[in-house]
């Protein structure tokens, strides 16, 4: 166990719905990170938070959204989806948003839309 | 924009056989390098790290070679185990005040088969 929860670990949903992915921090870590696990494309930043602001934006989506709760934990929002974005959703946490160095992360969550 | 990659998709080692995974990289202002080992339905485990201003660090069972006049990273495992068989992932970090610039950018990883 890492210490980084994510769920739910697997969701299969259809296309043109919305669901919600959440994030629980390692103990003490303030900084979030999601990324996208695709089979053709890695992991894929998309963005990060610390404690309670988004800090930076990698190749999120427009129909995408995050944010991060005072209680730290964070939720990735997924909207009007498409096939393509089926993929493996990994939350990862840091003690700070910059001098961290290796991330943490959780299992994951294994979206498929059908 | 800028990328890391691998050289090889997969590797397959004998068991008792050290494995060398490469990784090269074409930021040249990265400054802190990860590799990470992923177990099929896990996330990422950090495995070791170096930064710039090294060129060699020894963990575990574990190495990572760091050359940056041609930007090549390494990742040897000694004595190979069936339980070092996953995808392992080179990460990068670049340097700068960006936000965005901090964030660790993977490769496409290594799928390392260990043969008994």
């Known amino acids: 166990d890492s210490g980084v929860t994510q769920t739910p670990k697997h969701l299969i949903t259809a296309t043109g719905q919305r669901v919600t992915l959440r994030c629980s921090p390692r103990?003490?870590?303030?900084?979030v990170y999601w990324y996208q696990q695709s089979l053709d494309q890695g992991l894929q930043f998309l963005i990060q938070?610390?404690?309670?602001?988004?800090?930076a934006k990698g190749n999120i989506l427009e129909r995408f959204s995050a944010q991060q709760f005072p209680d730290l934990h964070s939720e990735l929002n997924l909207s009007s989806l498409e096939l393509g974005d089926s993929a493996l959703y990994f939350c990862?946490?840091?003690?700070?948003?910059?001098?961290?160095?290796?991330?943490?992360f959780g299992s994951g969550t294994r979206l498929t839309v059908v | 924009g800028e990328s890391v990659g691998l050289h090889l998709p997969t590797l397959s080692v004998q068991e008792g056989d050290n494995s060398i995974i490469n990784c090269a990289y074409s930021n040249s202002a990265s400054d802190y390098f990860i590799w990470y080992k992923q177990e099929s339905g896990k996330g990422p485990q950090f495995i070791i790290d170096?930064?710039?201003?090294?060129d060699k660090r020894q963990g575990q069972r574990v190495t990572v070679l760091l050359n940056k006049t041609v930007k090549h990273l390494s990742l040897q495992i000694a004595a190979t185990q069936p339980g070092d068989s996953a995808v392992y992932f080179c990460?990068?970090?670049?340097?700068?005040?960006?936000?965005?610039?901090?964030?660790?950018?993977f490769g496409s990883g290594t799928q390392l088969t260990v043969l008994p």
């Open positions: 990460a990068e970090k670049a340097g700068g005040s960006s936000g965005s610039a901090r964030q660790l950018t």
């Open positions: 103990s003490g870590d303030l900084s």
């Open positions: 938070y610390y404690n309670g602001e988004e800090r």
């Open positions: 170096i930064r710039s201003n090294m």
């Open positions: 990862a946490s840091s003690p700070t948003w910059d001098r961290g160095n290796g991330y943490t």
